[in-house]
């Protein structure tokens, strides 16, 4: 039965038609603060739903403040892990929030962050491996948020660290992984090739370009991505409803760059 309600769990957060997925992530106040976006949260959630976002990501104490009693339905990802800039281990991810937890607040899947090439590794590898069992066995997706990131990663954004943390997440038993875009289609198709799940893209820091985004959502789609998992980029845009119907034209509609623009105007 576990692996019925992981199938029908799985559809509320990825397009059942196409096998991708549109998330948007929220759960940036606990690292950085109540940032411009996500100040009045029903709204925030309202934008994307109507933009056609398959789900969102956000922490356990805002599910109560983003429940909205009308308009249509959106998946509900409940964000495990936290830290903050205020730390001076802002990278040491620690567990807030348990499988169960999510669960009784109606969470559809849950979501894990873990940063590979650093100091405490060790401890969210570990936590990682706890939180895979408990969703393999109440029935719950995970999806992955995998970075390199710390002491001994040089560049993020490398291939090689890249494609390796996706296959870390694959391994570790997650059903999504979500990394950094490599920069091009022919990179990012490496890090596709080598992960045995669905791979969704971050959106990374604010954009000034329009046409940056949409390039780097088609270059990860056209690589064998299933999808992204952008926040600012969306949710602090001009017309976040907007900007997620241009994202998903290029996920789920096969469209063009240009056909994206045009839907921004």
């Known amino acids: 039965m576990t692996i019925l309600g992981k199938r029908i769990r799985m559809e509320r957060i990825i397009n059942r038609n196409t096998g991708k997925a549109v998330i948007v992530p929220m759960d940036h106040g606990i690292s950085v603060g109540p940032i411009d976006g996500l100040i009045d949260m029903k709204t925030a959630i309202q934008n994307v739903a109507e933009g056609g976002a398959n789900a969102i990501v956000e922490h ?10 009308k ?39 849950i979501s894990i962050h873990v940063n590979l090439g650093n100091g405490q590794e060790r401890e969210m590898l570990n936590d990682f491996g706890k939180v895979a069992y408990d969703a393999r066995t109440w029935g719950m997706p995970l999806l992955a948020m995998m970075y390199p990131r710390g002491e001994k990663i040089k560049d993020e954004y490398d291939v090689e660290v890249v494609k390796h943390v996706a296959r870390v997440g694959s ?31 971050a959106g ?62």
Not at 61 to 66: H, Q
Not at 72 to 89: A, E, K, P, R, V
């Open 71 to 109: 308009g249509g339905d959106i998946g509900l990802i409940i964000h495990l892990s936290g830290s903050t800039s205020l730390s001076m281990y802002p990278n040491a991810k620690t567990l807030v929030c348990s499988v169960e937890e999510a669960i009784k607040l109606g969470a559809d899947a």
């Open 204 to 265: 990374g820091a604010k954009m000034d370009s329009d046409r940056d985004i949409l390039e780097m959502v088609r270059g990860a789609i056209e690589a064998g991505g299933s999808g992204v998992s952008i926040g600012r980029n969306v949710f602090q845009h001009r017309d976040p409803k907007r900007m997620v119907q241009a994202i998903s034209g290029i996920v789920h509609d096969g469209g063009s760059v240009d056909d994206g623009l045009r839907i921004l105007g």
């Open 171 to 201: 391994e570790m038993g997650a059903d999504i992984v979500k990394v950094s875009y490599t920069g091009s289609p022919e990179s990012f198709r490496k890090v596709t090739e080598g992960c045995n799940v669905p791979v969704v893209i």
């Open 60 to 69: 356990k104490g805002l599910v109560e403040a983003g429940h909205r009693k």
